[in-house]
């Protein structure tokens, strides 16, 4: 896939995680609070990720620093889900080029979202997460479970497709259309970002997503981290 192409699906598979709203709860519950010590590890975690990804390399000592750091955090509170979502975070960044990738490291995504949904069964951000390592990781039957579990809620919400539906409800139902095509059901993904690109056409969230459902794979979208 050329490098553009690449680019786009990147940034709209982050959207995608970013905005996907589940039961009413966010991806992170901003009324949540934690204490001071946790907060200031997250903060300064992510300090140290957003240099990184703005092209400060770094060795295995900082990552191997930041990974201890936040399972301290996590051991401090286990309810607080930017910490996971940081470590996640860490973990698939140092398994990204010019990073070396290791062997488990798939199995360590899968377990730190395990951790997290043994206390949060209900949150579909995290199942989904995970249904993606297993698949990356090869293991189809625990990833289409997962997958089966995002049908089994896209199925319960009615959608409303008129001209006066809020942004914000707007931006989820593109979530939506991908994780449709993410978890196996591509017809309605497509069905869903065609009828939104005919509302909404100058949309630029609506029209970018329809352009990437429509020109490109399942595989692509899914697999746009694999190295």
């Given at each position: 896939?050329?490098?553009?192409?690449?680019?786009?699906?990147?940034?709209?598979?982050?959207?995608?995680?970013?905005?996907?709203?589940?039961?009413?709860?966010?991806?992170?519950?901003?009324?949540?609070?934690?204490?001071?010590?946790?907060?200031?590890?997250?903060?300064?975690?992510?300090?140290?990720?957003?240099?990184?990804?703005?092209?400060?390399?770094?060795?295995?000592?900082?990552?191997?620093?930041i990974e201890r750091n936040l399972n301290?955090?996590?051991?401090?509170?286990?309810?607080?889900?930017?910490?996971?979502?940081?470590?996640?975070?860490?973990?698939?960044?140092?398994?990204?080029?010019?990073?070396?990738?290791?062997?488990?490291?798939?199995?360590?995504?899968?377990?730190?979202?395990?951790?997290?949904?043994?206390?949060?069964?209900?949150?579909?951000?995290?199942?989904?997460?995970?249904?993606?390592?297993?698949?990356?990781?090869?293991?189809?039957?625990?990833?289409?479970?997962?997958?089966?579990?995002?049908?089994?809620?896209?199925?319960?919400?009615?959608?409303?497709?008129?001209?006066?539906?809020?942004?914000?409800?707007?931006?989820?139902?593109?979530?939506?259309?991908?994780?449709?095509?993410?978890?196996?059901?591509?017809?309605?993904?497509?069905?869903?970002?065609?009828?939104?690109?005919?509302?909404?056409?100058?949309?630029?969230?609506?029209?970018?997503?329809?352009?990437?459902?429509?020109t490109s794979s399942r595989e692509e979208?899914?697999?746009?981290?694999?190295?």
């Amino acid at each position: 896939m050329e490098y553009g192409k690449r680019i786009v699906i990147y940034f709209i598979y982050i959207f995608i995680l970013i905005s996907f709203v589940a039961c009413g709860q966010n991806k992170v519950n901003p009324a949540y609070k934690t204490t001071t010590e946790v907060n200031v590890i997250n903060n300064n975690v992510a300090d140290t990720l957003f240099k990184i990804n703005g092209g400060k390399l770094a060795d295995s000592n900082t990552f191997f620093n930041i990974e201890r750091n936040l399972n301290i955090a996590i051991n401090m509170d286990k309810n607080y889900k930017l910490s996971y979502l940081n470590l996640i975070k860490c973990i698939e960044i140092s398994n990204t080029p010019p990073y070396p990738q290791q062997a488990e490291y798939l199995k360590k995504l899968i377990a730190i979202c395990n951790t997290w949904l043994i206390s949060h069964p209900d949150d579909k951000d995290m199942i989904v997460k995970r249904g993606i390592y297993y698949e990356k990781d090869k293991n189809t039957s625990m990833a289409d479970k997962d997958y089966a579990a995002i049908i089994s809620y896209l199925n319960g919400i009615k959608f409303k497709l008129f001209l006066d539906i809020k942004p914000k409800v707007i931006e989820d139902y593109v979530s939506y259309a991908f994780l449709f095509v993410v978890a196996k059901r591509p017809a309605k993904g497509i069905k869903l970002i065609d009828n939104l690109y005919e509302l909404f056409p100058d949309n630029p969230k609506v029209a970018i997503g329809h352009k990437i459902l429509h020109t490109s794979s399942r595989e692509e979208i899914v697999y746009q981290f694999k190295n």
